[in-house]
């Protein structure tokens, strides 16, 4: 039996902006996927999924969840007639948006190169983790797949040209205190990032600028979060939202859980992920505030996780 677990993540600025090369960072949540994976003789590859999710969320990506299983076992150089079993569990909840495929495939790929009794570095578990990735999200940027890998605070930035893409380890001064609210609503992250290029060929002179200040602004929420000026933080989370918004992959609903967290005094909130549905970040420094706006969200009825970016791993 092979054994791994893959971190989950919240992107904190840049998601959509960093598949088509801008910066974008990244946190390593605490929670993970875990799998196990065990050789069998016969019946091609079983996965019995035990995370908690989103009704709905397990269902709608088996097959991409199959697809990436199938990469994986290529990228490793295994036969895709091998039969298996594969347990998934975890503590990370299967919010969309959490980077829960791109943990499960860290997981994954972890679990089966034990069983398989094969050494592989992390770097290649990142990217087999990526070839995963494509299948849940066309043309993913890799920030996901990284941060599942690797853990902590990272500041990544894509390689268009296909070199190795730009991956820095940030340091802030403790751990701070956000809160994850989900929509409900289940997004297919490969849709979303079609959507954003296919209007941003279409509309360049809507898009374009756009990209630019994504930029600018990255640049800005890297020092704000070096020199741990969380007020300054939040309020870059908040022009992210309307960067995200600009390039039409908000919703309504991440759009009232963001302005209610904002309301109620969180630092600063944004959508995370793929957007259309999914999850919101608010920045709540310290376990009062933290509290104070979760019960909030939860009071409306919404699933809440409670955690911290920057955990040293
Ligand atoms: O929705 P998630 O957790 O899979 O996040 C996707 C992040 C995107 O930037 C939208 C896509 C990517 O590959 O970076």
Redesign the pocket.
């Known amino acids: 039996m092979g054994r791994g677990s893959g971190f989950g ?1 919240v ?1 904190l600025f ?6 088509h090369g801008v910066p ?1 960072i990244v946190s390593a949540l605490d929670s993970t996927a875990d799998a196990e994976v065990k050789k069998i003789d016969e019946g091609g590859i079983i996965v019995k999924d035990e995370r908690k999710g989103s009704k709905g969320y397990t269902e709608k990506k088996k097959i991409q969840q199959k697809e990436s299983i199938d990469r994986m076992l290529e990228a490793m150089g295994v036969s895709k007639n091998v039969s298996l079993d594969i347990w998934l569990s975890g503590n990370l909840p299967g919010f ?7 943990a499960s495939s860290v997981a994954i790929a972890r679990a089966m190169t034990q069983e398989f009794g094969m050494s592989l570095s992390d770097k290649r578990i990142n990217e087999i983790a990526y070839e995963a ?1 494509k299948a ?9 797949n990284t941060a599942a890998t690797f853990g902590g605070l990272i500041w990544f930035k ?1 390689n268009l040209e296909g070199g190795p893409n730009k991956i820095e380890r940030l340091n802030i001064k403790e751990p701070v205190e956000i809160i994850i609210a989900n929509t409900g609503l289940v ?1 297919n ?1 490969k849709e ?2 079609l959507g ?1 290029a296919e209007r941003k060929r279409k509309y360049p002179e809507k898009y374009n600028p756009l990209f630019k200040e994504a930029e600018v602004l990255v640049h800005k929420a890297r020092t704000a979060l070096e020199q741990f000026d969380l007020k300054r933080v939040g309020e870059l989370m908040n022009e992210c939202h309307t960067l995200l918004q600009g390039i039409e ?1 908000s919703c309504k609903e991440l759009d009232y859980l963001v302005k209610l967290a904002r309301d109620n005094g969180a630092y600063g909130a944004k959508m ?4 259309g549905g ?1 999850c919101i970040v608010t920045l709540t420094p310290g376990k009062e505030l933290q509290e104070k706006v979760a019960s909030v969200i939860e009071k409306e009825g919404f699933k809440v996780l409670r955690t911290k970016i920057g955990i040293r791993v």
Do not use: C, Q, R, W
């Not at 849940?136 to 996901?144: K, R």
């Not at 995370?272 to 957007?275: D, L, Y």
């Open positions: 993540k992107i840049n998601e959509h902006f960093v598949v974008g969309s948006g959490l980077g829960a495929s791109a990735e849940y999200a066309g043309t993913p940027s890799g920030i996901d894509k997004a992250t979303m990032v954003v992959v995370t992920g793929g957007g999914g």
